[in-house]
């Protein structure tokens, strides 16, 4: 039987909530399918710095490299927010990002049938579906670039530098394509050529790799045609390429037309084939301890973990047909509309579950 090791990385405000219904689903999907799993937690974010004075321990580190695969809740809250920017909880999000050589963040908005009139998209335009993948790239561009302050004339001035190498570039788009090949063989990269120098290098690198992909379809929009774009027309897209400031700003969009953050999961991969999942919707401190979050991000990023880090496509099936099941009956307060019957965060857990035994 094959057994797969997972650090646990709960977080801040309702991380540890909304983990611990997802680590429920997959112990009884493990069970389902034949596989067993095992978790390692660790500290990472506000919790941390509040244990040891750093957002990301090295303990946290390592285990997360030993692991198969990583999982994690949520950072951050209005308690850190005064911390220098290293000592912040945000700060241990994109240290461990980087230690694990993350260069790929994957960011689905797609809409539940149970979910469209929740988008604040018009039923005619979102069309028949709606399945978008956005491929953000996670370690390099001006998130990471050099950056500083400074007085010029005696007004104070500061700075940040997008920069990216062919082979940063390179690595994510085989990544999209690869991906493309497996869905709707279209591949949409997101610039802004007409403007930063950065972006050429990016357009030039993508139309190479594209030449091995000759049943991809590409074509390319500057990253503000694509904004508007994603609320005029979001079915003509199937995957998103673009940098990492871009994508952080698309995936969002995104995630809003698909009608709730709450269901919007991602993940983030390197080179191994191991990955970091989490939902995208942040810590949300003002609801945190009262069991009213909605741990179905959470739950579809677990889902994504059983499909690209650990070899487990049925299982991940399986998921994604019970959160699809459970959406027709039940809603947390977030997502809550009349006729559904209103449920906690771990009464969610529970009904996913039910549907999974089910099957």
Known sequence: MKNYRIAVLKGDGIG?????EAIKVLD????????TVEYDEA????????????PLPDETVAKCKAADSTLLGAVGGPKWDTLPG??????????IRAALGLFANLRPARIFEPLRDASPLRADIIGGSLDIMVV???TGGIYFGERGRLEENGVKAAYD??????????????????????????????DKANVLESSRLWRETVTEIAKDYPEVELSYMYVDNCAMQLVRNPSQFDVVLTSNIFGDILSDEASMISGSIGMLASASLGATGSGLYEPIHGSAPDIAGQNIANPLATILSVAMMLKYSLGQP????MIEKAVAGVLTEVRTPDIYVEGFRKVSCTEMGDAVCDKIRAM
């Open 43 to 54: 500290l990472l974010g506000g919790c941390a710095i509040d244990a040891t004075g750093v």
């Open 136 to 138: 953000r790239e996670l």
């Open 314 to 317: 049925q299982a991940s099936d």
């Open 16 to 20: 540890p909530e909304i983990v611990g």
């Open 86 to 95: 290293h000592l912040r909880p945000e700060k241990g999000l994109l240290g």
């Open 28 to 35: 009884l999907t493990a069970e389902k399918c034949g596989f």
């Open 161 to 190: 530098t997008e920069k990216y190498s062919v082979p940063e570039i390179d690595r994510i788009a085989r990544i999209a394509f690869d991906l493309a090949m497996k869905r709707g063989k279209k591949v949409c990269s997101v």
